[in-house]
Each structure stands twice: as structure tokens, then as C-alpha cells.
């Protein structure tokens, strides 16, 4: 499973590219807006230090704004790619991008059909929020589950973005049903790595290792 960075803050990605864990990064405009700085700087910043798909996010409504902004938002880098917005008009432009070769992150997917439907509009993402569905009571990873396989069975080559991840479950469960990517928030990412048995070994260890004769 691919990890992207669901964050805009460098100093988060910089730490996690280090390590070699970062096959790419998603935004929106909440995210954006954290930073403080403006977006095209901080999305051809962000597009330099990580190589991989780079997501920035459309606001406007209607299908000529997604579209402006999405062709202006196209060529800040190679690497970005056009998030939009779960709705008619997001469909419409994402049909649009995909038929010249642009690639797309359709966001704000709660149900199945909506992923089907932004699969065969062309996306090349589809983001599910599994965090806000929990939120309500639903299960999010039954939304994962079932979208795997409706768009196996059909052979899409969309792939699978895990979003509103707020857990190492949420992680791990991505997964294991198989999505091709999770997008992790640049403060969780370090959680995953740390287990309070792996700092107690370490510290035993260097107890122990004082024994040890020069
Ligand atoms: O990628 C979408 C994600 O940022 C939403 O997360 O935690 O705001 O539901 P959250």
C-alpha cells in the first residue's frame, strides 16, 4: 500500500521523506488554509520534495471555474494532480480532465455509487472518508471494502485513496482490504512506527549492555 501525506506542512513532509515513506502527498483547502502561505507556492514546494502525485483542491462550483482552475492548478508542476468535489459538476469536470490527460482525485466520496461513479467519469483518484463516516456511526472501512471490489470486478484502473485516517487501525485495516493508498496526516504518521515495548527493549537493552566487558 502506497502512504501519502495528508498535510501541507513541510517541515511534516520533509521529516517523513527522509525515511522513504512518502510515495506522495494530498491537500484541501482546510489543509491549505493551516499553512498560511499562498497555495501556489506551497503546492510547487511541496511538488519539488516529494516526486510522487501531489493533490490540490479546486473551490469553485460550477463546471467553468473547476475547469479554470484546474488547468491553472495544472501547470504549477508535472506532478500535481486536480482534487475535486463529489458533485455533478465535479463529474463533468473530472470526465473533461481525464479526456486530455489530466490527472484527478475525486474527494468527498461516501458511498459506493458515488465512487462508481466518479470511476467511470475517469478519475484517477478516488478519495473515501472513512474518519467522518465513523464519525456518524457508519463504518468507513465497509465503504474500502466494498469499493475494492466493485471496482475489481469491473477492472477500473482508479485507484483507492484511504482518507480522513485518525487511527493506526485505520491504517492497518486500509491495508488489509487492500486499498491502494492511505493517506495519513503528517502528525499521525509518526505513531506508526512507535510501540511503547520497542522503547522499553531499547532501554534494557542499554541497561544491560553496561555489563558488557571492554
Ligand atoms: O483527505 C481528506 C482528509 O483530509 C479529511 O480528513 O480528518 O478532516 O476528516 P478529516
Given at each position: 500500500?502506497?502512504?501519502?501525506?495528508?498535510?501541507?506542512?513541510?517541515?511534516?513532509?520533509?521529516?517523513?521523506?527522509?525515511?522513504?515513506?512518502?510515495?506522495?502527498?494530498?491537500?484541501?483547502?482546510?489543509?491549505?488554509?493551516?499553512?498560511?502561505?499562498?497555495?501556489?507556492?506551497?503546492?510547487?514546494?511541496?511538488?519539488?520534495?516529494?516526486?510522487?502525485?501531489?493533490?490540490?483542491?479546486?473551490?469553485?462550483?460550477?463546471?467553468?471555474?473547476?475547469?479554470?482552475?484546474?488547468?491553472?492548478i495544472a501547470s504549477?508542476?508535472?506532478?500535481?494532480?486536480?482534487?475535486?468535489?463529489?458533485?455533478?459538476?465535479?463529474?463533468?469536470?473530472?470526465?473533461?480532465?481525464?479526456?486530455?490527460?489530466?490527472?484527478?482525485?475525486?474527494?468527498?466520496?461516501?458511498?459506493?455509487?458515488?465512487?462508481?461513479?466518479?470511476?467511470?467519469?475517469?478519475?484517477?483518484?478516488?478519495?473515501?472518508?472513512?474518519?467522518?463516516?465513523?464519525?456518524?456511526?457508519?463504518?468507513?472501512?465497509d465503504l474500502i471494502?466494498?469499493?475494492?471490489?466493485?471496482?475489481?470486478?469491473?477492472?477500473?484502473?482508479?485507484?483507492?485513496?484511504?482518507?480522513?485516517?485518525r487511527s493506526i487501525?485505520?491504517?492497518?485495516?486500509?491495508?488489509?482490504?487492500?486499498?491502494?493508498?492511505?493517506?495519513?496526516?503528517?502528525?499521525?504518521?509518526?505513531?506508526?512506527?512507535?510501540?511503547?515495548?520497542?522503547?522499553?527493549?531499547?532501554?534494557?537493552?542499554?541497561?544491560?549492555?553496561?555489563?558488557?566487558?571492554?
Amino acid at each position: 500500500m502506497k502512504f501519502f501525506l495528508d498535510t501541507a506542512n513541510l517541515a511534516q513532509i520533509e521529516r517523513i521523506v527522509r525515511l522513504g515513506l512518502v510515495d506522495g502527498v494530498t491537500t484541501n483547502p482546510s489543509i491549505i488554509a493551516k499553512e498560511g502561505r499562498p497555495f501556489k507556492e506551497l503546492i510547487q514546494e511541496i511538488c519539488k520534495i516529494v516526486k510522487g502525485p501531489v493533490s490540490a483542491e479546486v473551490v469553485g462550483l460550477t463546471v467553468d471555474e473547476m475547469l479554470k482552475e484546474a488547468y491553472e492548478i495544472a501547470s504549477w508542476a508535472e506532478n500535481v494532480v486536480i482534487k475535486l468535489p463529489m458533485t455533478e459538476n465535479g463529474l463533468e469536470a473530472t470526465h473533461r480532465l481525464s479526456q486530455e490527460g489530466i490527472k484527478t482525485n475525486v474527494t468527498l466520496i461516501f458511498t459506493a455509487v458515488q465512487g462508481l461513479m466518479a470511476a467511470k467519469a475517469g478519475a484517477t483518484y478516488i478519495s473515501p472518508f472513512v474518519g467522518r463516516l465513523d464519525d456518524i456511526g457508519a463504518n468507513g472501512m465497509d465503504l474500502i471494502r466494498n469499493l475494492k471490489s466493485m471496482l475489481h470486478n469491473y477492472n477500473f484502473s482508479t485507484e483507492i485513496i484511504v482518507a480522513s485516517v485518525r487511527s493506526i487501525q485505520h491504517v492497518e485495516q486500509a491495508a488489509i482490504a487492500g486499498a491502494d493508498i492511505a493517506t495519513i496526516p503528517g502528525a499521525l504518521l509518526p505513531s506508526l512506527w512507535k510501540h511503547p515495548l520497542t522503547d522499553k527493549g531499547i532501554e534494557q537493552f542499554l541497561i544491560d549492555w553496561v555489563n558488557v566487558p571492554a
